[in-house]
């Protein structure tokens, strides 16, 4: 009978710590599964250290530096999100402001928005002048009237 109430009593505990964890993890390090150059940004999928799945490999730029001062790739967990109260980071380690925009326009995960660091938006692609998220030229309807986009994600209606 103590067994049983204090193993009821363990898993009580257990579930509160689950609940409580961010459940995508947006932000966490995750692993570049080809180990070469990232010459471009690149999201791997299945990321089984992810709990999205969704791995955001971005190439080396300015704001991610290493202690040497040498700019580094920067690979970690994102997920799926419509707006930035979605991008709340479990771990500001690599980056402290993540924001919903749409990173690839081309391959299996073309015009989706995902958590990225603000740090990595390209200008006139993702980001205006102001420092405000847009939608990639690419990747929005009004750009393929009366033709059929090549990536699937645009909804043209």
Do not use: H, W
């Not at 471009?40 to 999928?45: K, L, P, V």
């Amino acid at each position: 009978m103590r067994a049983l109430v204090l193993c009821t009593l363990l898993a009580g505990f257990a579930s509160v710590a689950f609940l409580a964890c961010n459940p995508n993890s947006i932000g966490r390090p995750c692993v570049n599964p080809q180990g070469s150059d990232v010459r471009g940004t690149q999201i791997s999928s299945p990321a089984l250290e992810c709990p999205s799945r969704l791995c955001l490999i971005q190439p080396p730029n300015d704001t991610s530096k290493a202690d040497g001062g040498t700019p580094v790739a920067r690979a970690t967990c994102t997920a799926f999100c419509n707006t930035n109260d979605d991008c709340a980071p479990e771990n500001k380690g690599q980056c402290s402001d993540y924001v919903c925009a749409v990173v690839k326009t081309v391959g299996d995960f073309c015009c989706q928005k995902v958590c990225t660091c603000r740090g990595d938006l390209v200008p006139n692609q993702n980001v205006d002048v102001d420092g405000g998220v847009i939608t990639p030229p690419a990747c929005r309807p009004e750009t393929f009237q009366g033709s059929t986009p090549s990536c699937p994600n645009i909804k043209t209606q």
